[in-house]
């Protein structure tokens, strides 16, 4: 388990865990992502109401898994660190579900990835920064410039390669801009317990 500034990083631990024994598991089956849970509208509407969640762990080769492991790995932790660990799993799981379904409203292709939960941090922390963006350090408002470059890059991106999902980038992306707003940060770790020295007074005992 991953421990940064004194904080551990148990969510995005897990997270990135599971993609990867879901994606050695689609390996093994021949990358069968239908019958494994791929995101489709007319799936979904004949009843196949899981889809959107098991979509988001599904990635379509080893690129698209690497890539979405390493956007993961540095969002994930420093969401996990600044915001918390609930907090963390709850915006990937509500903005991954809101990037899904952009994807069903927008198209009937077959979807994967965790693209949109990864948008979805990217827009809560981009929110969350920019809210408070009068009491930040130098270091935070660099920290919120990168985001919105790398945010920028990825929409460029996303919209000069027609293979990729961009309903769910923008779903995920604005449904984290929206819990952005209502997120606090997580209050600093414990310092660990200093018994103080011991007070001797005047005098002796008999």
């Not at 004949?46 to 698209?64: D, I, K």
């Given at each position: 388990m991953?421990?940064?500034?004194g904080?551990?990083?148990?969510v995005t631990?897990?997270l990135?865990?599971?993609i990867?024994?879901v994606?050695l598991?689609?390996l093994a ?13 007319d799936?979904v509407?004949a ?6 969640l098991?979509s988001?762990?599904l990635?379509?080769g080893?690129a698209?898994?690497?890539l979405n492991?390493?956007?993961l ?7 996990e660190?600044l915001l918390?660990?609930?907090?963390l ?12 379904f952009?994807?069903?409203w927008w198209?009937?292709h ?5 693209s949109g939960a990864?948008?979805?941090l990217?827009g809560?922390?981009?929110?969350f ?6 009491m ?6 660099s920290?919120?410039g990168?985001?919105v470059?790398w945010?920028g890059?990825?929409?460029?991106l996303g919209?000069?390669m027609p ?7 923008f779903?995920?992306?604005?449904a984290?801009l ?12 414990p310092?660990?317990y200093e ?7 005047g005098?002796?005992?008999v």
């Amino acid at each position: 388990m991953r421990t940064l500034l004194g904080r551990q990083t148990p969510v995005t631990t897990v997270l990135l865990a599971v993609i990867a024994v879901v994606f050695l598991a689609d390996l093994a089956t021949g990358n069968q992502l239908i019958e494994l849970g791929a995101d489709q509208r007319d799936l979904v509407l004949a009843g196949q109401w899981w889809r959107p969640l098991t979509s988001m762990f599904l990635h379509g080769g080893w690129a698209h898994v690497l890539l979405n492991s390493w956007a993961l790995y540095q969002l994930g932790s420093l969401f996990e660190i600044l915001l918390g660990s609930r907090s963390l799993l709850s915006v990937f799981l509500v903005t991954g579900l809101a990037g899904s379904f952009a994807s069903l409203w927008w198209s009937n292709h077959p979807s994967v990835g965790a693209s949109g939960a990864i948008f979805g941090l990217m827009g809560a922390l981009i929110a969350f920064l920019f809210r408070r963006r009068r009491m930040l350090t130098p270091a935070a408002k660099s920290l919120l410039g990168q985001l919105v470059l790398w945010a920028g890059i990825n929409v460029y991106l996303g919209l000069s390669m027609p293979q990729i999902d961009n309903a769910a980038h923008f779903g995920g992306c604005a449904a984290g801009l929206l819990l952005g707003l209502l997120l606090k940060p997580q209050p600093p770790p414990p310092r660990p317990y200093e018994p103080e020295p011991p007070q001797w007074t005047g005098g002796t005992g008999v």
